[in-house]
């Protein structure tokens, strides 16, 4: 009998995370590798490892031409697409250190990121990309080269500034690997910085090549496997288990167009795997729950049982619990509502991984019910970045698994939960002090997360250790996961809890703009007016929403007053990271009159 993992490339046969590219090409060059849609000509496209490799070659001259040299900083800045994987292979080949960066990132951060690197090249996707930088280019004076992906509109403004169709010649030598250890520096990566300037963590080959080896002892992924690739590539749990992981597994990946397009592209390419971050799977729920509420009570009532027993023979075949004559209903259920949610998804998913923040255990039940296997996970960015992640066989939604292969987890001081093993980071780029204050002496990692963990070795993330409200009466509450909770009335886009030394909470909260038009009709107040916003009988009530999702918390978390906005918060307006984490400190300076207002007299 074949060995079922023996088309994975191991981390000792590749060395190197190009070492690793090398291998799959020469395993299998005339597989399929990735599928692009092509704007031009309306359709998508499939690239075999070959093809990729041979614009690889075609890069790596250019950047030899510019007189790049092993450990030289490149930056990227595109959306997921070939030309991201074939500028990364091409500049890791040569010894570059990549340097990752999100497309929707400010561009003062963006200029803050590539001199802290001190990185020579830039290569963007688009003119309008470009055009974005104006505010900010003279402090772009490191950079010896700046590339688009699309063709110059009109004369380069500045002399560094080319296409890739300029850049590039037409043909390249044999892809290059210059020589060196997997304990190198392979890239550096920054960090959200939800609490100021992002730290830049450099991961080696062997940090990364490790952790996506580990991912496949918790997923089998096979040549046959496709992911929908559409958390962007900067994002370290895309990189390592949807780029990575997939050349070491020889699965295909197909970049989705867009999050808006992302529904249609389920359907067109009806993938098996799917990497994502909770919010995705918060609004797949918050639309169906919206028609589900707009629809007849029957359809409503035949979700939900399909959800109950579908999530009860999921815990019977986890060994949690027992046979029910209800599950000889199944079959009618899954025809008349699970099998129709699944073929909206494509009707090929075996697994939905999801990781970078806490999913609600309500979510993940609804999609476990309905068939859809949702894998929690729980990484940083420092530990490259999985740490801990649920397997189909042992998957307990409520937790964010056990630690996975090679990398061990315990409970330090305040309940802090302590990784360590391959995966953890080299430290940080030009901060040795943020390094110690991370990394202990004998090598264990400070999360800043707080954790539990069960007899059985999986681990349950409680909270964070900076995170935490302590109100003036000394009452200590867990913002993140209150906050969670409150986002389950779809009413409430985005919402940030407050008290720390207050007497009371209060909360600032974005409003669904649709949910809040039909709750102002049905309660006759005016939802195009701001004032109406500030209206007293608006907050007793939205107050009231408040309170209903936080009744499993203790009785002194209680919200008392609100603040009400329809503007929601974005990484343009500064208050999210590139990551989509909230920027606490930022929300409270820009909402600093209406938190004075909610605390006046207190």
């Not at 939905?352 to 929690?376: E, K, Y």
């Not at 009709?521 to 209206?535: I, R, Y």
Request: proline share 5%; hydrophobic share 40%; net charge neutral.
């Amino acid at each position: 009998m074949p060995d079922a993992t023996q088309h994975i490339v191991t981390v000792e046969q590749a060395g190197t995370l190009d070492g690793l590219f090398r291998e799959r090409v020469a395993r299998t060059p005339t597989a399929v590798a990735y599928r692009d849609y092509n704007q031009q000509h309306g359709n998508w496209r499939d690239y075999t490892w070959e093809q990729i490799d041979h614009q690889v070659a075609r890069w790596q001259a250019a950047l030899q031409r510019d007189g790049l040299k092993a450990g030289d900083r490149v930056a990227v800045m595109l959306r997921n697409s070939p030309e991201w994987v074939i500028f990364d292979q091409a500049a890791l080949g040569l010894g570059l250190v990549v340097v990752p960066l999100y497309t929707q990132d400010r561009p003062d951060n963006v200029a803050y990121i590539v001199n802290d690197a001190g990185c020579k090249l830039l290569l963007l996707g688009t003119n309008e990309q470009w055009a974005t930088f104006r505010d900010v280019r003279d402090q772009l004076g490191a950079l010896v080269r700046i590339l688009l992906v699309e063709p110059l509109a009109g004369t380069a403004d500045d002399s560094r500034l080319q296409s890739i169709e300029q850049w590039l010649p037409d043909q390249g030598e044999a892809t290059r690997h210059v020589q060196r250890g997997s304990d190198e520096l392979a890239t550096i990566v920054y960090t959200s910085g939800t609490t100021g300037r992002p730290k830049g963590v450099m991961l080696s080959h062997h940090n990364i090549l490790s952790n996506a080896y580990a991912g496949l002892q918790r997923l089998t992924v096979g040549m046959d496997d496709l992911f929908l690739s559409f958390l962007p590539l900067s994002h370290t749990l895309e990189r390592t288990t949807g780029y990575y992981l997939a050349i070491m597994s020889g699965a295909t990946v197909a970049f989705s167009r867009s999050v808006a397009q992302l529904a249609e592209d389920l359907q067109s390419q009806r993938p098996t795997l799917l990497i994502s971050v909770p919010r995705i799977y918060e609004r797949i729920w918050g639309a169906i729950r919206a028609k589900l509420d707009e629809g007849p009570p029957l359809r409503k009532k035949l979700f939900l049982a399909a959800v109950d027993v579908g999530y009860a023979r999921f815990e019977h075949a986890q060994g949690r619990g027992p046979w029910k004559l209800s599950f000889l209903l199944w079959p009618i259920l899954n025809a008349l509502v699970a099998g129709k949610v699944m073929a909206r998804l494509g009707g090929r998913m075996k697994a939905a991984i999801s990781g970078g923040a806490a999913l609600a255990p309500d979510i993940s039940r609804v999609f476990i019910g309905l068939g859809l296997p949702v894998l929690q996970g729980y990484g940083l960015t420092e530990t490259s970045p999985i740490a801990c992640a649920n397997s189909p066989g042992d998957n307990l939604p409520a937790s964010v698994g056990v630690a996975v292969h090679g990398v061990q987890v315990k409970i330090g001081e305040n309940n802090a939960l302590l990784i360590k093993g391959p995966n953890v980071m080299m430290g940080y780029w030009n901060n040795e002090e943020a390094t110690r204050a991370m990394i202990q002496p004998d090598g264990w990692l400070n999360s800043g997360d707080t954790a539990r963990i069960d007899e059985q070795g999986h681990v349950f993330i409680t909270g964070r250790l900076k995170e935490i409200i302590v109100m003036s009466n000394g009452e200590k509450l867990p913002p993140v996961d209150m906050e969670n909770a409150i986002l389950r009335d779809p009413l409430f886009e985005q919402v940030m809890l407050l008290g720390e030394a207050k007497p009371y909470l209060s909360l600032i909260a974005v409003l669904h703009a649709e949910h809040w038009k039909k709750l102002a009709a049905d309660n006759g107040w005016k939802a195009d007016t701001p004032a109406t916003l500030h209206d007293a009988a608006v907050e007793k009530l939205i107050t009231s929403r408040v309170g209903a999702q936080l009744k499993d918390f203790p009785g002194y978390a209680q919200v008392r007053r609100v603040s009400l906005s329809l503007e929601p918060w974005s990484v343009e307006n500064g208050l999210l990271t590139p990551t989509l984490k909230l920027k606490r400190p930022k929300v409270m300076e820009k909402f600093n009159a209406e938190i004075d207002a909610m605390y006046a007299g207190h």
